[in-house]
């Protein structure tokens, strides 16, 4: 099958918006991963004083989770679909979190940031070149900024491709049929075998220039299916030297 990427994408999840929230609530650990990964970046103090970046909102899961390991943060939560942005705007919200209709290109020529951190979660195996997007982040982000990318990254075993499929082809794509959308998620089947392993994601945050990076995966049944990535970027005011290289997907630490 042809993959969906940016517009396409963009309009497949307008299309899928209504069934959405549904979908994702059935998927045991959805929320709490999301969370584990969000409090993975370890912001001071709740936040206080920090700009945070939510790249790939969706429908506000994951803008709920950093509000919920950073709730003194000021969050700028974006989105390229305005059917997902909408049912994120239906949903209670404080002052301190805005939404804003961009695709994760346009963030910077829309003259938003710099921030202090950025969440990125389900977007970059969604998006044509992910390497113009990691290279956006990066102007994006302050000196020493950290970055969390939460995202489907097979480990690389045989066994952990099979489950994904498994699963797929016996809930995953069958409840999206159900909801009129079945496109979108054999895109969502298909789109995880087809993108980096969780090593390569690494090696890839690496080349982008970015320091410290390490992987780890999440609990439950998607171990070996969903991955952290941390990673900051490089502060030349606390730094020197070359740029290490990449930790092992197997270094399973917490914190950038």
Same mark, same amino acid.
């Given at each position: 099958m042809?993959l969906?990427?940016?517009?396409?994408l =963009?309009?497949?999840f307008?299309?899928a918006?209504?069934?959405?929230?549904? %979908? !994702?609530?059935?998927?045991?650990?959805?929320?709490?991963d999301l969370?584990?990964?969000?409090?993975?970046? &370890?912001l001071?103090?709740?936040?206080?004083?920090?700009?945070?970046?939510?790249?790939g909102c969706?429908t506000?899961s994951?803008?709920r989770?950093?509000?919920r390991a950073?709730?003194?943060?000021r969050?700028?939560?974006v989105d390229?679909?305005?059917?997902?942005?909408?049912?994120?705007l !239906?949903k209670? +919200?404080p002052d301190?979190?805005?939404? %804003?209709?961009?695709?994760a /290109?346009?963030v910077a020529?829309?003259?938003?940031?710099?921030f202090?951190?950025v969440? =990125?979660? *389900?977007?970059?195996?969604?998006?044509?070149?992910?390497?113009?997007v990691?290279?956006s982040?990066? /102007?994006?982000?302050?000196p020493?900024?950290?970055?969390a990318?939460? /995202? *489907?990254t097979?480990?690389?075993?045989p066994v952990? &491709?099979?489950?994904?499929?498994?699963?797929?082809?016996?809930?995953?794509? @069958?409840a999206?049929?159900?909801?009129g959308?079945?496109a979108? *998620?054999?895109? %969502?089947?298909r789109?995880?075998?087809?993108?980096?392993?969780?090593p390569?994601?690494?090696?890839?945050?690496a080349?982008?220039?970015?320091?410290?990076?390490?992987a780890a @995966?999440?609990?439950? +049944?998607?171990t070996?299916i969903?991955?952290?990535?941390?990673?900051?970027?490089?502060d030349?005011?606390?730094?020197t030297?070359?740029t290490?290289?990449a930790?092992?997907v /197997?270094?399973?630490?917490d914190? @950038?």
């Amino acid at each position: 099958m042809t993959l969906l990427h940016d517009h396409d994408l =963009a309009r497949a999840f307008d299309h899928a918006s209504h069934t959405y929230d549904r %979908l !994702t609530a059935v998927n045991p650990g959805y929320r709490t991963d999301l969370l584990r990964s969000a409090r993975r970046l &370890r912001l001071p103090d709740g936040g206080a004083g920090l700009h945070v970046l939510d790249l790939g909102c969706g429908t506000g899961s994951s803008t709920r989770a950093l509000l919920r390991a950073a709730p003194k943060a000021r969050i700028t939560a974006v989105d390229a679909s305005s059917g997902m942005l909408r049912r994120a705007l !239906t949903k209670p +919200w404080p002052d301190t979190v805005r939404f %804003l209709h961009l695709t994760a /290109e346009e963030v910077a020529t829309a003259g938003e940031g710099p921030f202090d951190a950025v969440f =990125a979660a *389900y977007l970059f195996r969604n998006v044509t070149h992910p390497d113009r997007v990691l290279a956006s982040v990066r /102007e994006l982000l302050r000196p020493g900024g950290r970055l969390a990318v939460h /995202e *489907y990254t097979l480990s690389g075993s045989p066994v952990h &491709r099979a489950l994904w499929t498994a699963v797929c082809r016996g809930i995953v794509v @069958p409840a999206g049929t159900l909801g009129g959308d079945r496109a979108l *998620y054999r895109h %969502l089947w298909r789109s995880v075998l087809d993108f980096d392993t969780a090593p390569a994601f690494a090696d890839r945050l690496a080349r982008a220039g970015y320091t410290g990076v390490r992987a780890a @995966p999440v609990a439950g +049944w998607q171990t070996g299916i969903v991955h952290t990535f941390l990673a900051r970027t490089p502060d030349p005011g606390r730094t020197t030297g070359t740029t290490a290289p990449a930790r092992p997907v /197997e270094a399973q630490e917490d914190t @950038p």
